[in-house]
């Protein structure tokens, strides 16, 4: 009788372990605001009434949040992510319960069958361990999934795809710097003093851009004190990294969605791709060099005929290349 029931909670516990498997949508990462931002910086600088201040503004930015409901991560991005897109914590503490319960089978139960039984419920619960541990410790220091909530909702589905508006009419650095660079608020200026109402989120997203600059668009005059937009990054890489976008751009050829995925799709921006060591070491292990820019050249002088060599080839791998 026992021993059916050590059966029977085996059999549900591994119910719950699929049922976690497909729990939430909402990859847990993607609350993130630049209110947390402050709250910590504040915590940092000394507490007090800075942490009193960041608190209010968190609640406000939180509240305000809650009003847009058009800032939803599209479903299609929701589930980036190490393992089972971000949400590793459930199915893991089931699966550890599953495999002690079943360990205990093993141990204790009576008759072959239920010991059988236990010993494959134990070595499942024992690879989903190893396979979300695997996955969890290799994501370590990246930020897959990564979806913060900015201060002002621009959505690039809406300006690139819609409206056909070129990366590089934003991003203006993107050819010639080392960073692709943000754009600022009066390069939005020069559409939304004519557009001041969106289809989807009306004037709230596009009055703020006018708060922040200081700017009437009944005048039309700069009447107000402006302040600096605080934007959270969403592709970060860690410090000891070199990356130049011009040099990728410019004479890699390299497109913008090879590195952050279909952003053109996106209403809010989703680090899509894993951006590991692994995913550039394999890039410059298969993309041939192009010769006609100035940064490459002088290598056409020294390739053989129909020679092409690989951006491995030319110190794609080398340490010194990315970290110095």
Known sequence: MREAQTIRMLLLSWVLFFFSFSYSNQNLLSFHSSADYSFVQAQEEG???????????????SSSVEERPYDKIDPEFRNLG?????????????????FLLAMGGVIKGKSKAVK?????????????IAYITYWEARALGRQQ????????WFSHKVHVTQNKIDCEYCH?????????????LNVCLNCHSVVKKGKISGDKEISKIYAYLGYNPSTQQFDKPGKPIEWIKVHNLPDHVYFNHAQHVQAGKVACQECHGPVEKMNR?????????????DCHRKREIITDNQ?????????????KPKVKDIGGQDCSSCHY
């Not at 059988?116 to 989903?128: C, E, R």
């Not at 921006?269 to 070491?281: A, G, I, P, R």
């Open 269 to 281: 921006v989703v680090e899509y791709k894993e951006l590991s060591m692994k995913f550039c070491l």
């Open 145 to 152: 999934g990564y979806a913060p909530v900015q201060p002002i």
């Open 295 to 307: 940064y490459y050249a002088l290598y056409k002088f020294h390739l053989n005929p129909g020679e």
């Open 172 to 184: 203006v650095d993107v050819r010639e710097s080392r960073h692709a660079g943000i754009p600022s």
């Open 82 to 98: 190490p393992g089972f897109g971000g949400k590793n914590t459930i199915p893991f503490v089931i699966a550890l319960v599953v």
């Open 116 to 128: 059988t039984a236990a010993g494959v419920f134990a070595l499942a619960s024992l690879g989903v």
């Open 47 to 61: 507490g007090g009434k800075a942490v009193k201040e960041a608190k209010e503004e968190k609640t406000v930015q």
